[in-house]
């Protein structure tokens, strides 16, 4: 005599069985399930992804809070990584050319960066604008908003191997 809970037990565990078994097929469209199609598993990024590593995008708020400084002030970045700055409030810019104050430094054999072209040190960005540098150079680069300088809006990257 099979007992009533052991008989639903079986049939609830045949039917579970039967149904993954047919959410695993693929419909031939008449009912049935084709016998070559296999459950293979789709790759995931994270299987797919090579080895090289991707570049990494800091984020810098120009003169956030209409304040006279950079947010964050100091950034460690790695060679190759692309520091973007945002203008959050209107009358600045960015700038680590030497003639636009003397604070401002860059590692020998790097190219001076700026929010602007040639040597308009004042030349400011707009709210909302944006301004991208990528480091090739390691080493320590202090740069300034030109008009805000003596006032202290001064920041620093450092770009390591």
């Known amino acids: 005599m099979v007992?009533?809970?052991?008989?639903?037990?079986?049939?609830?565990?045949?039917?579970m069985v039967g149904v993954l078994a047919g959410c695993t097929g693929s419909s031939t469209g008449d009912g049935g399930s084709s016998p070559t199609d296999t459950a293979t598993p789709t790759p995931t990024a994270t299987e797919t992804e090579t080895?090289?590593?991707e570049s990494t995008v800091v984020d810098v708020?120009?003169?956030p809070e209409k304040r006279l400084r950079y947010e964050p002030e100091s950034v460690e970045i790695s060679v190759g990584d692309t520091v973007r700055w945002t203008a959050k409030s209107p009358g600045h810019n960015v700038t680590s050319?030497?003639?636009?104050?003397?604070?401002?430094?860059?590692?020998?054999?790097?190219?001076?960066?700026?929010?602007?072209?040639?040597d308009s040190h004042f030349a400011i960005m707009e709210v909302g604008a944006t301004y991208e540098h990528t480091f090739t150079v390691p080493g320590k680069y202090v740069y300034v908003c030109a008009p805000h300088a003596g006032q202290g809006m001064v920041?620093?990257?450092t770009v390591s191997e």
């Open 155 to 157: 920041g620093d990257i």
């Open 51 to 53: 080895a090289t590593p």
């Open 97 to 118: 050319k030497p003639g636009a104050s003397e604070k401002c430094q860059n590692p020998s054999g790097a190219e001076p960066f700026a929010s602007y072209e040639g």
């Open 3 to 15: 007992r009533r809970r052991t008989f639903l037990k079986a049939v609830g565990t045949t039917t």
């Open 61 to 63: 708020a120009v003169g």
